[in-house]
């Protein structure tokens, strides 16, 4: 069995793979008389011809050591997870290597950060760590097959 190591995420780390969802440095203007900062289009919707929709998604936790074998994609558009709770929570992605998936990263995800992930991402189911949570997503509802899963041998995710 594989074994990965939990990283800190980053912009530049995750960047191959979609985007951070947490406010600017400093906000694109400020509004709402200037009582709102409003840091603007953080991320981009693919959503490949469908319609872009907002779902909850509500999962069952996951402890360390955690044994990663399912890997999904979206190829028609992108899946942006924003939690809901005050807790961490572990993002897994991976390259595409000829229409499979490669190598697998964990990234911690900090508390009140969320990630898009562009479309064709490989990534892991929804991973909350010791705590069931709920997560906002925003991704595409329309005609053609739109997920594709795989079983992978187990990867295992450490501290």
Same mark, same amino acid.
């Given at each position: 069995?594989?074994?990965?190591?939990?990283?800190?995420? +980053?912009?530049? @780390? %995750?960047?191959? $793979?979609?985007?951070?969802?947490?406010?600017? @440095?400093?906000?694109?203007? !400020?509004?709402?008389?200037?009582?709102?900062?409003?840091?603007?289009?953080?991320?981009? /919707?693919?959503? =490949? &011809?469908?319609?872009?929709?907002?779902? #909850?998604?509500?999962?069952?936790?996951?402890?360390? *050591? $955690? @044994?990663?074998?399912?890997?999904?994609?979206?190829?028609?558009? +992108?899946?942006? %997870?924003?939690?809901?709770?005050?807790?961490?929570? !572990?993002?897994? /992605?991976?390259?595409?290597?000829? =229409?499979?998936?490669?190598? *697998?990263?964990? %990234?911690?995800?900090?508390?009140?950060?969320?990630?898009?992930?562009?479309? &064709?991402?490989?990534?892991?189911?929804?991973? *909350?760590?010791?705590?069931?949570?709920? %997560?906002?997503?925003?991704?595409?509802? =329309?005609?053609?097959?739109?997920?594709?899963?795989?079983? #992978?041998?187990?990867?295992?995710?450490?501290?």
């Amino acid at each position: 069995m594989d074994r990965i190591k939990l990283t800190p995420i +980053s912009a530049e @780390a %995750f960047a191959p $793979y979609g985007e951070l969802l947490t406010p600017r @440095a400093a906000p694109s203007r !400020m509004i709402n008389a200037g009582r709102c900062e409003r840091h603007h289009a953080l991320a981009q /919707v693919q959503r =490949g &011809g469908g319609e872009a929709i907002i779902s #909850i998604f509500r999962s069952e936790a996951v402890s360390l *050591p $955690y @044994a990663c074998t399912l890997l999904e994609r979206h190829p028609l558009g +992108s899946q942006a %997870f924003m939690p809901l709770g005050v807790e961490p929570w !572990m993002s897994i /992605v991976a390259p595409d290597e000829g =229409g499979r998936p490669g190598a *697998p990263l964990a %990234f911690l995800v900090p508390a009140g950060m969320g990630v898009n992930l562009r479309a &064709g991402v490989w990534h892991g189911v929804l991973t *909350p760590l010791d705590h069931a949570a709920d %997560f906002l997503v925003v991704d595409r509802e =329309g005609e053609g097959v739109n997920l594709e899963e795989v079983t #992978i041998a187990p990867v295992t995710v450490e501290a």
